[in-house]
């Protein structure tokens, strides 16, 4: 049933896609014949009707309404959903003194595979601004009056900024996200040592979870391709079809870094921390990889990646059923992958410099970010907006390329599900070999379990 969904979804996004770049490219055309032909009126009533930005101009702009009020609906949801998803994670490690290195070992590993996915993004996002790949968008160029240039802050001040002073205007930011994820993990740690005294509480928050779900789903399923076609239409009459082509090109670029850490950085990975043959890891981990490309849900993926861990790599179970749904959780690499290129693409195009500290700061939220994602689909999209806002990168083309990047960011999505869960598997066979929890004879196929 969710895989029907999630190809209802695909197919309403592509029709969105389709008929948005239709109908966008025949207004652009419109707009140019009509100016050139000496009739701007008309355009002009055109634009009032459906692109005029409604908070400074009159007129309509129904196309402008349906964008803003998706973002909106998007930006409100962004520190409930970081808050109450980070610290059901943080609680759902349970009991560290008994796991004891295990816990230790998992939460390293996936930290692990966080910082080498952080910087494999980082050298292709600044390789791709170096060579022109990633370009300010023209319109930029034409117009400036939107370009608000923001300074690459101290590092010692995101020490600072970490611990804010107020907590209801801490809750009240989306800028300050990162105050907002060192509050989650306080309280998911301190609710996980309150054990059963903290039940109450841990209701509370998983009922405001889901209830933030349900609103993420809605968000997406049912708004997401009416958005989709508005925002695309009114970017593509005011912006032109070439600033729509950039996008694509971040997806692509996207995609080949997620491809080469799915297949050369877990060979690395696996051989470095455990000397085992990686290609082995690679040919029975494929097939879980493929279920969650197809099905785009980690959660979905699970009893399949347990069973494969277990049965086929030779893993005990007490150590997969302890890592994986932990990394289902909190371990979203391929996410943070994402993250990173996505927000130097949208600050490149949207006219920002992005230099070495930036990245390790645009690292830093990418990772608290992805730690809070939760299994549901489209999450990292969304939550791209959080890397995005908490960098400061929030003129109207920056908001306006991000919204071209939900649009079309499927592909991606479903390639870093993949990641993710291969992570989760690498970091299982890391651990459960360190502990010496592994059986190398059915890791190689010397012996085969029930």
């Known amino acids: 049933m969710e895989k029907k969904q999630d190809n209802k979804l695909i197919r309403q996004m592509l029709f969105a896609l389709a008929s948005s770049f239709i109908i966008g490219f025949a207004l652009m055309m419109l707009n140019e014949k009509l100016n050139a032909g000496g009739q701007a009126d008309t355009w002009n009533l055109i634009y009032s009707l459906l692109f005029a930005d409604v908070t ?39 009991d560290l ?22 910087i494999l993004a980082s050298v292709t996002a600044t390789l791709c601004v170096n060579t022109g790949i990633f ?55 301190c609710l996980n040592l309150m054990g059963a005294e903290g039940e109450p509480f841990k209701n509370v928050v998983k009922s405001v979870s889901k209830m933030i779900q349900i609103c993420v ?40 870094a997620l491809l080469i850490y799915l297949t050369v950085g877990y060979a690395l990975v696996v051989f470095g921390t455990t000397r085992l043959n990686p290609f082995v890891f690679l040919k029975k981990i494929a097939k879980v990889g493929l279920f969650a490309f197809s099905t785009i849900s980690s959660a979905a993926t699970l009893p399949l990646n347990t069973k494969t861990t277990t049965k086929e790599l030779g893993i005990k179970e007490d150590i997969a059923n302890f890592v994986l749904p932990l990394g289902m959780t909190i371990n979203m690499n391929g996410t943070a992958i994402m993250h990173v290129i996505g927000t130097t693409f949208i600050a490149t195009v949207a006219g920002y410099d992005v230099g070495l500290t930036d990245l390790m700061m645009m690292s830093l939220l990418a990772i608290m970010a992805s730690a809070g994602t939760p299994a549901i689909p489209a999450a990292g999209s969304v939550l791209l907006l959080t890397v995005v806002t908490g960098m400061g990168f929030t003129n109207e083309v920056a908001m306006m390329t991000y919204a071209l990047i939900l649009a ?43």
Request: include cysteine; charged fraction near 15%; glycine fraction near 6%.
């Open 135 to 189: 370009t300010m968008s023209e319109s930029i160029v034409r117009d400036t009056s939107n370009l608000t240039q923001v300074s690459s802050p101290n590092p010692m001040s995101i020490l600072v900024a970490m611990v804010p002073d107020n907590l209801i205007t801490t809750f009240s930011n989306n800028n300050a996200i990162l105050a907002v994820v060192f509050i989650a993990v306080v309280c998911g740690l």
């Open 56 to 94: 400074k101009e009159s007129g309509l702009g129904i196309l402008f309404v349906i964008q803003t009020l998706f973002l909106n609906g998007l930006k409100l949801i962004i520190v409930p959903l970081v808050f109450t998803s980070l610290l059901l994670a943080m609680d759902s490690i349970t």
């Open 217 to 256: 789903d809605f968000l997406i399923n049912k708004m997401g391709p009416i958005a989709i076609f508005a925002m695309i239409t009114r970017a593509m009459a005011l912006y032109g079809l070439d600033d729509v082509k950039s996008v694509l090109v971040y997806v692509c670029v996207t995609i080949v």
């Open 408 to 450: 079309i960011n499927k592909p991606v999505e479903m390639v870093l599900t993949s990641l993710n869960v291969v992570g989760d598997a690498s970091v299982a066979l890391m651990v459960a070999n360190s502990e010496g929890d592994l059986d190398k004879d059915v890791y190689y196929d010397r012996k085969k379990l029930a």
């Open 97 to 118: 003194k008994k796991l004891g290195r295990m816990a230790y070992k998992t939460v390293g590993g996936f930290f692990g595979v966080y910082v080498l996915g952080c």
